[in-house]
Every structure is written in C-alpha cells, then in structure tokens.
C-alpha cells in the first residue's frame, strides 16, 4: 500500500489554513448520512470521535480495553505544550513548531507539526472548557512551566497528572456523544485488519475480545487514532 499523508501545498504556515478554506463543506443535513469509524479512545481517539459527533456524524468507535478510561494517555504526566506566550519569554508559534520537530528528531511531517503550532492555543482553552483542571496561580491565571528542556514556559499541566485529567475531559465529551446515541462505542474489541476498497479506507476487522468472534464494521471513512 503507498502512504501519502497528503499535505496540502502552499508555504508552509498556510497549508493547513488554505486548505480549510478551499475544501468542500458538507452540509449539516447530509453529516448524518456520514459514518466515521475512530480506532482508538485515548486522547487522539476520544476527542476526534466526540468532535465528529458533535458536528453530525454517526460515529462507531473501538477499543481494545475495558474502558476508553484506560488508554495509555492516562500516563502522561509533565503537561502540554501551547504558544500561548503567557510568560512573554518570546514565545511564538514559530518556536514551538521548530522546538517539536526538533523534538521529534527531524521525523514528524513538518507541516502538521506547524498546525499543531497553530492550533495549540485553542486545545488549551478547549480542555479548560471541558473542565480539565490546570494548575492556576495565585491570582487564578493558568500557570506555566518550562519542560523539556526547552527554553520558555509553555507547558500547561494538572500536577503530575496531566494526561488523566485530559483523558477525563476527552472522555466526558465522549460520553456525552455516546448518551446522545450519536456514537456507538465497543471496548474489549481488538482491530485486526484494515479495509480498503479503491485505496480508501472503508472499514476494519475486529475480534471481540471476550467472545473471541470475528466481525466486520464498514463505513465512508476510518480515523486510526491507535497510539501516539
Ligand atoms: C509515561 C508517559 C508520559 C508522557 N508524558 C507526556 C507529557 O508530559 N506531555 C505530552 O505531550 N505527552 C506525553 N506523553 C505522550 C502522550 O501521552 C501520548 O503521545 C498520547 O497520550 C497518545 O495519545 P493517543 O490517543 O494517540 O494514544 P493512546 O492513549 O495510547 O490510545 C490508543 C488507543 O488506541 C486503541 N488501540 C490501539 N490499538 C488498537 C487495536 N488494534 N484495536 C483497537 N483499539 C486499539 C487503544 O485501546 C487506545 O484506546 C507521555 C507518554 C507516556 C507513556
């Protein structure tokens, strides 16, 4: 199979841009004909499925513990990274684009680490609008520390607990989705195969783990949000 990651053109700060403008919209009354099947509950998985929903899509999503609760976001601890320049120590959306890629040992596709840039300081309102509890200051503004050994302040985290207490604002958002019958959600279910008809992805195979069965699940798109 090739891999194309289907980068839009353009310089780089403004790929991700452009093409949100350019592309096609799908009305709100055809969104619920669309089926999107998420691989994955943890961090990437929850929020993607939860957004789709929210949006208008009928979702179905998979994964293989007793609980999307168990991903292995749980575990992340030192924080998040968002180029809200708090500290106005110089930070930018530049900087925290090149300190990840940097990071990322010259690997990751450059520009979806610039959209991540860009959209970092939104994630962060976002979970605190979903209730995550970040550490505050005294004066009840987000705090900020420096992580990584980078050299500003831009890590906003919960204590020790940074991941778990993301994966319970992604979870209750999905939760809230999955109350609304807009997602169905099948844990203890392992994907074993990917379905791809005319080079998309339609579909996967998955065996229920407590039963041992085989099933099949299709739909018109497959998000693989199956570990960072
Ligand atoms: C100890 C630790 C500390 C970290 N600290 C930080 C930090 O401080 N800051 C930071 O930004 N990042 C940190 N990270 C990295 C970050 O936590 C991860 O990159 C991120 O949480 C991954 O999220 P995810 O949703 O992609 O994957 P995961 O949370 O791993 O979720 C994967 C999901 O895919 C499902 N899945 C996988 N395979 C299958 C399959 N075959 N069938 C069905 N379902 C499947 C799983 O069930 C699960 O729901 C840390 C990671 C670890 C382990």
Same mark, same amino acid.
């Given at each position: 199979? +090739?891999?194309?990651?289907n980068v839009p053109s353009g310089?780089?700060?403004?790929k991700w841009?452009k093409h949100?403008? +350019?592309?096609?919209? @799908? $009305?709100?009354?055809? %969104?619920? %004909?669309?089926? @999107? ?13 939860? $957004? ?22 749980? /575990? ?5 990274? /968002?180029? %809200? ?16 890629? %940097? ?8 520009a ?13 309102? #976002?979970? =605190?609008?979903?209730? =995550?509890?970040? /550490? ?9 520390? $420096?992580?990584?050994? @980078?050299? =500003? ?7 020790? #607990? ?19 019958? #807009? ?6 279910? +392992?994907?074993?195969?990917?379905? @791809? ?17 085989? +099933? ?13």
């Amino acid at each position: 199979m +090739e891999l194309r990651a289907n980068v839009p053109s353009g310089p780089i700060e403004r790929k991700w841009e452009k093409h949100r403008s +350019e592309v096609h919209l @799908v $009305s709100p009354t055809n %969104k619920r %004909k669309y089926h @999107v099947i998420v691989v994955g509950s943890g961090l990437a998985g929850a929020s993607a499925a939860a $957004s789709l929903a929210e949006l208008g899509y009928r979702v179905t999503c998979f994964c293989y513990q007793d609980s999307p609760r168990r991903a292995h976001s749980i /575990a992340a601890q030192g924080g998040i990274n /968002a180029a %809200k320049n708090y500290r106005n120590d110089g930070d930018s959306v530049f900087r925290l684009f090149y300190d990840t890629v %940097k990071g990322g040992d010259f690997r990751s596709r450059e520009a979806n680490v610039h959209r991540l840039a860009e959209v970092s300081v939104q994630i962060i309102d #976002q979970c =605190v609008a979903q209730g =995550v509890p970040f /550490a505050r200051e005294y004066g009840g503004l987000l705090d900020n520390r $420096s992580f990584g050994g @980078v050299q =500003v302040s831009r890590t906003f985290y919960a204590r020790g #607990q940074t991941g778990q207490q993301l994966l319970l604002g992604a979870y209750q958002a999905l939760q809230r989705q999955i109350g609304l019958g #807009q997602i169905a959600m099948y844990s203890r279910h +392992e994907m074993l195969d990917l379905v @791809v008809i005319d080079g998309r992805a339609r579909g996967i195979v998955v065996r229920d783990m407590v039963t041992g069965a085989v +099933e099949r699940h299709s739909a018109d798109a497959v998000v693989l949000a199956t570990g960072g």
